[in-house]
């Protein structure tokens, strides 16, 4: 079965400080693996994306995540957090199958303190 | 901005009715699918269309259903609406295999 489990279901970092957002996956296929961000009463929006390629993969916004197949983890990174960064965060896998799977982890909310 | 619209923006309906939501795609996708977003969760899988037929589905029930025109875009009908049925409804778009690209929404209440 396909999972994706999303460590922290709240973040809080002060500004100008790094970020970091954990995500663990399950998945019986290779799967590609994304992030995506929510701003409140927003749509999703598409961060980064891992697919079988470079294992560190670089984003919209200063936003980065490593893809570590030995412990199925996509971390998401950024050095330096901006108020404009408080949002809800979402881990996703995504699997070739007769469709798309795509599979949504229950998000992190990260809060920015000034 | 994605490309991807979305509407109605809200929509308030009473237990037992029906409604359609609609969506139009980004040029040049082919795929359609919608999720299910309950307050204070992450989005749920109802299903997917690819060059108008469904090729798959998520685990709701056949109430839900939808459409996909010639030109990509999509309706989601939903019928003898629950109270349960309240949430932020999401479009997205994508060529099959790749990324989606989502729309802003449709937050719909049941009263």
């Known amino acids: 079965a396909q999972s994706v489990t999303q460590l922290d279901s709240h973040v809080s970092v002060s500004e100008g400080t790094p970020v970091l957002l954990r995500c663990n996956y399950s998945?019986?296929?290779?799967?590609?693996l994304f992030w995506y961000v929510q701003h409140p009463n927003k749509g999703l929006q598409l961060l980064l994306k891992?697919?079988?390629?470079?294992?560190l993969v670089k984003g919209i916004n200063g936003f980065e995540a490593e893809f570590k197949k030995s412990e199925t983890s996509f971390h998401l990174t950024k050095p330096s957090a901006h108020m404009s960064d408080a949002a809800e965060y979402f881990c996703v896998v995504s699997m070739k199958t007769s469709y798309d799977k795509v599979i949504f982890g229950p998000g992190t909310s990260l809060s920015v303190i000034p | 901005e994605t490309g991807v619209t979305q509407s109605p923006t809200h929509l308030i309906k009473t237990r037992g009715q029906q409604v359609t939501l609609r969506c139009s795609s980004q040029s040049g996708h082919n795929t359609v699918s919608w999720y299910q977003q309950a307050l204070g969760q992450g989005p749920q899988f109802i299903f997917q269309?690819?060059?108008?037929?469904?090729?798959g589905r998520g685990n709701f029930p056949p109430r839900f259903s939808g459409l996909q025109f010639p030109n990509y875009s999509s309706e989601l009908n939903v019928n003898a609406l629950e109270l349960d049925d309240s949430a932020l409804y999401l479009c997205?778009?994508?060529?099959?295999?790749?990324?989606?690209?989502f729309g802003p929404g449709t937050r719909l209440t049941v009263t």
């Open positions: 891992y697919t079988s390629a470079a294992t």
């Open positions: 998945s019986s296929y290779s799967p590609s």
């Open positions: 269309y690819y060059r108008e037929e469904e090729n």
């Open positions: 997205a778009s994508s060529l099959i295999g790749y990324e989606q690209y």
